[in-house]
């Protein structure tokens, strides 16, 4: 336990970030966003903000899940952690 450090006082620098790898997962398997939405059944304006990654604090798993539903993947194949 003592390996673990709280993240109270720690900035966004020390603790990293989650990355949203939509754009590469689509782009991969030549599928558009388009065609994402149709098959989801998701607002095209919800999944252009995951493919872009612009500004995505918290995701939804229920999208996430569809979405490894449609595209057969993995949720590590959509999600990354990055240290920084």
Known sequence: M???QGIVKTYVQ???RIRVLL???LDSRGMTRNRLC???GVKYDVIDRYYRSDSVRMVDLDLFAKICCVLHCEI???LRYEKD
């Open 76 to 78: 590590d194949e959509l």
């Open 38 to 40: 149709t098959l989801t």
């Open 14 to 16: 020390e603790y990293g």
């Open 23 to 25: 754009r590469e997962a």
């Open 2 to 4: 003592e390996d673990y």
